[in-house]
């Protein structure tokens, strides 16, 4: 099984091209998607650009699609507002977000009672940003075991971009002090917090970009204190990497993906659906 990044990676977070990224790829098991809040509803968008808006659709509807109806996991990655002081956030203190936590889980909520069914095991949340996270996890804490929601752990959002722009531009010992700082919040974190119950694997995500070497991935993770029998998502790889293997853990590789029948042929038509489906 592996999991595939932001659905078609020509038209990313689009539901339609997602949905035919899926029907051409069976051994894809879980979509990561991206979602941001526009008012009370959440919809696939990489940003709060009012064109990848437009484009996006409701979470209602990708997880009928997605998950009711083609038995994958959607992963959740949720965006939360940024601006400036965000990314400069690991050196500005506290800062205070928009994004409302409450929102998500009422309105997942309400997706369960609209579908009637529970989905749960099979829908993940997550977002980079460190704060909301902790959010995720004190909301998903008051529900009752079997209504909780798999809680994702990533690195930081304000490290991860951070250290992404950094490499380039600064010198290469503040560069390394930025990535210790990152790895140091995730290498010491309690995972734990985020486990359901006791028979269900903690999951983590770790970008590959941080690491110059598949082995210092691998060490990476033998070293941390992620739980042995957790689910270690690891983003994002060419086609052409072979699967990592590391003992006591599941590893799932992920991968963009095009439609293989555009690489064949033409683009094939979008899924057509019906775009006012929402709360």
């Not at 790829?25 to 509803?41: K, M, R, Y």
């Amino acid at each position: 099984m592996t999991s595939c990044h932001h659905g078609d990676s020509a038209h990313p977070n689009n539901l339609g091209q997602a949905i035919e990224v899926i029907r051409c790829t069976p051994e894809i098991g879980i979509l990561e998607i991206d979602f941001v809040q526009v008012g009370d509803d959440f919809i696939s968008s990489h940003d709060y650009v009012a064109e990848n808006i437009k484009n996006g659709s409701p979470l209602l509807q990708w997880i009928e699609q997605v998950v009711v109806k083609r038995g994958k996991t959607l992963w959740i990655d949720v965006k939360s507002h940024v601006d400036f002081m965000t990314l400069c956030g690991c050196f500005c203190g506290d800062i205070r977000f928009k994004f409302d936590c409450r929102a998500l889980f009422s309105m997942l909520a309400k997706i369960c009672n609209t579908l009637k069914q529970r989905v749960q095991h099979k829908v993940w949340l997550s977002c980079q940003d460190k704060e909301v996270r902790e959010s995720f996890i004190r909301y998903n804490r008051r529900l009752k075991p079997i209504n909780r929601w798999t809680i994702v752990t990533d690195i930081p959002f304000v490290y991860s971009y951070a250290v992404n722009a950094c490499q380039y531009l600064l010198p290469n010992t503040f560069y390394s002090w930025i990535q210790d700082r990152a790895f140091h919040d995730f290498l010491t974190y309690n995972f734990e917090v985020t486990r359901i119950y006791a028979d269900v694997p903690v999951v983590v995500c770790i970008d590959r970009s941080f690491f110059a070497t598949n082995e210092r991935i691998i060490r990476f993770v033998e070293d941390s204190t992620i739980p042995l029998g957790s689910i270690v998502v690891l983003y994002t790889f060419p086609k052409t990497e072979a699967p990592i293997v590391i003992p006591g853990y599941e590893i799932i590789m992920q991968y963009d993906y095009t439609p293989i029948a555009r690489v064949r042929r033409k683009v094939m038509p979008c899924v057509q659906l019906n775009k006012s489906k929402s709360f």
